[in-house]
């Protein structure tokens, strides 16, 4: 397995090394803040070269450049920076826009009929002929690219997966190299190719590994590469790793699932689980932290399903307990946590450990035993509530989210009921609510019993409204109490700035102050809105 991470991740990150340059996260001012572009410094892009590193390729790639948009969730955005990693050390520079880009490339999202619709309306921008096609923004776009033998560029014992082919003879190929990523392209493969003939790249999320070898085949001219293996043990560990949030830093812990929900395509498109040494997790968290972060989130699509693979055997819990004592983590995170793996320990972890953030994600799905079972979810509801009481009556306040679907097939009004009623008994500071939509594949599409797209959309309405209701009461119990703020941002409006609690929940805040951003201020709860808190600075503050 790769080493994991971060050679010259302080600059990936624009913070860090020489000593005499490092700078420090909490001098940072709001207007120093802002993303990370893929420059260094000196405005020069970020390659092997100026990272000082042997072998630059950045001479091969001539100022390539690199266009990346992501849809979904925040392992697709994680992805996207290891992603943007591997080509900024290959020598490419990453741009804002299409129009400037050699390389366009898409990390899409399938978990929902409408994520993947707008995949293919993204891609359908590019068709040429139609008036506003990026590709008619000028003909010098197009050539006609060399006709491969399909299959002649692959490499010797390249697997049958990771294909390098050929385009239709006197085809017209866009010079620009249009990319499909993630679970739209392990879900659709080579039937991306037919439906937009002008992508050559076609990469599931479970081939990352593979990526720098496919961008090789097309830069050796072949015009389509496909990497769409599923059936790997291996996590996409990268050299280099480009950060896009200066404040939280996002580590997969665990990749794919194995829980087979019967509504849900991630076990189809992200492969089979896999986890990451504890080792290997700590020296990142270590480099991150040399590097001025004080929060890492730790991802997975059942992050508490993580099983260390190496002989330290290290559970969950401890990895969590592991993470907060490394020297400079103030905060840790983690989301998603399944019901089934969820337990006691962590809870206990929570108490023990203040630099454990007091959140939990914990998606539900359903109020009904019957729903559940029907999707396949391992646990019934009075389990679940099992559960959350371990949270309930836990020392510390700890803040619960979930994820819930309504309109899964035969949800009669008493079941969507108990989903309404679970809202009650659990009291959730949020929830993230879908209507049910079929996906291929996946079992749930031959179920009988199918809900009118009306009637999804009702319970939907409802049950936001409802959720809604619970939240702002939530909210306003805590009007009058401290909590401590990372200052993640400031507003356009004077003495405004905003930030999250360690609990995840968002405060815009009011200080005279000219706050640092990456600082820790104690905040005071003046006012609430459902989503939101609203307070201002402790002139003490606690930083
Ligand atoms: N339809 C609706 N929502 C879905 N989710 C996953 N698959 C589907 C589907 N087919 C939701 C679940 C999951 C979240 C990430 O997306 O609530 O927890
Ligand atoms: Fe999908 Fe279920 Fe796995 Fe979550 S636990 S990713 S809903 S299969």
């Known amino acids: 397995?790769?080493?994991?991470?971060?050679?010259?991740?302080?600059?990936?990150?624009?913070?860090?090394?020489?000593?005499s340059d490092k700078p420090n996260m909490s001098l940072r001012t709001a207007s120093e803040g802002g993303l990370y572009t893929g420059q260094d410094k000196g405005g020069r892009p970020l390659c092997e070269e100026t990272l000082g590193l042997a072998d630059s390729p950045c001479a091969t790639n001539n100022g390539q450049t690199f266009y990346l948009e992501t849809f979904g969730c925040q392992m697709n955005e994680h992805d996207s920076e290891k992603v943007a990693g591997v080509l900024l050390a290959r020598g490419y520079r990453q741009v804002e826009s299409v129009d400037a880009a050699d390389v366009v490339l898409y990390n899409t999202c399938s978990i929902r009929e409408k994520a993947a619709q707008k995949v293919f309306s993204r891609l359908g921008e590019w068709r040429p002929g139609l008036e506003s096609s990026k590709l008619s923004i000028s003909s010098s776009k197009f050539q006609n690219r060399e006709t491969q033998d399909p299959g002649s560029k692959r490499g010797p014992g390249a697997p049958a997966n990771n294909t390098a082919t050929g385009t239709q003879p006197g085809m017209d190929v866009p010079q620009k190299i249009i990319g499909v990523l993630?679970?739209?392209?392990?879900?659709?493969?080579?039937?991306?190719?037919?439906?937009?003939?002008?992508?050559?790249?076609?990469?599931?999320?479970?081939?990352?590994?593979?990526?720098?070898?496919?961008?090789?085949?097309?830069?050796?001219?072949?015009?389509?590469?496909?990497?769409?293996?599923?059936?790997?043990?291996?996590?996409?560990?990268?050299?280099?790793?480009?950060?896009?949030?200066?404040?939280?830093?996002?580590l997969t812990i665990i990749e794919g699932c194995d829980k087979a929900c019967s509504y849900c395509v991630v076990p189809f498109t992200r492969g089979p689980e896999r986890s990451r040494t504890s080792a290997s997790i700590l020296e990142e968290v270590r480099q991150l932290t040399d590097a001025g972060y004080t929060e890492v989130q730790l991802l997975g699509q059942t992050v508490n399903s993580y099983r260390d693979p190496s002989a330290r055997k290290m559970r969950f819990s401890e990895l969590l307990v592991a993470v907060a004592e490394v020297p400079g983590i103030r905060r840790v995170r983690f989301t998603t946590s399944h019901p089934r793996d969820f337990g006691k320990d962590?809870?206990?972890?929570?108490?023990?450990?203040?630099?454990?953030?007091?959140?939990?994600?914990?998606?539900?799905?359903?109020?009904?035993?019957?729903?559940?079972?029907?999707?396949?979810?391992?646990?019934?509801?009075?389990?679940?509530l099992e559960k959350v009481a371990l949270m309930h009556n836990a020392k510390r306040a700890i803040s619960i989210t979930t994820d819930l679907i309504v309109g899964f097939p035969g949800e009669t009004e008493k079941e969507f009921e108990e989903t309404l009623s679970l809202l009650d008994a659990v009291q959730y500071d949020g929830a993230f609510c879908f209507k049910y939509s079929p996906r291929p594949n996946t079992p749930s599409l031959r179920m009988e019993d199918v809900i009118a797209e009306e009637e999804k959309s009702r319970r939907l309405t409802v049950l936001i409204e409802k959720q809604r209701e619970i939240q702002r009461a939530r909210n306003e119990r805590l009007v009058g109490e401290m909590f401590e703020v990372l200052v993640e941002g400031k507003s356009k409006k004077e003495h405004q700035w905003s930030g999250h609690t360690s609990s995840n929940k968002v405060m815009n805040f009011t200080s005279r102050r000219e706050e640092s951003l990456g600082d820790y201020v104690r905040v005071k709860v003046t006012g609430v809105t459902p989503n939101s808190l609203i307070g201002g600075v402790v002139e003490e503050g606690l930083s």
């Open 346 to 384: 962590i809870v206990e972890a929570i108490e023990a450990v203040p630099a454990i953030c007091e959140h939990v994600h914990l998606p539900v799905q359903s109020g009904s035993t019957r729903v559940l079972q029907a999707m396949a979810r391992t646990y019934s509801r009075d389990e679940y």
């Open 1 to 19: 397995m790769g080493k994991a991470f971060d050679i010259g991740l302080d600059r990936l990150t624009g913070v860090g090394v020489p000593e």
């Open 182 to 250: 993630g679970c739209v392209a392990q879900q659709e493969g080579q039937k991306i190719f037919a439906r937009a003939p002008w992508v050559s790249l076609v990469c599931g999320s479970a081939s990352y590994r593979k990526l720098p070898e496919l961008i090789r085949e097309l830069e050796k001219g072949n015009r389509r590469v496909t990497g769409l293996d599923t059936d790997t043990d291996e996590t996409f560990e990268t050299e280099i790793t480009r950060r896009d949030n200066p404040w939280r830093a996002y």
